[in-house]
């Protein structure tokens, strides 16, 4: 499972902004679901980088 964090929690992102954090983060999402033994968690952001959370 990922999950794209905004940048608050009183303010989410615009629908561009995911896309971007989407498009920026795809190979490695790609990779993640491919190769990671399941259950997974990750969390995300539009400036940083993947973080497990499982």
């Excluded at 009183?10 to 190979?27: C, D, H, P, V």
């Amino acid at each position: 499972m990922f999950f794209l964090k905004g940048p608050s929690k009183k303010k989410g992102l615009s629908i561009w902004q995911m896309n971007q954090a989407l498009s920026k983060n795809w190979t490695e999402i790609c990779r993640i679901a491919i190769e990671e033994k399941r259950p997974f968690g990750y969390i995300f952001s539009l400036k940083g980088k993947m973080i497990k959370l499982i």
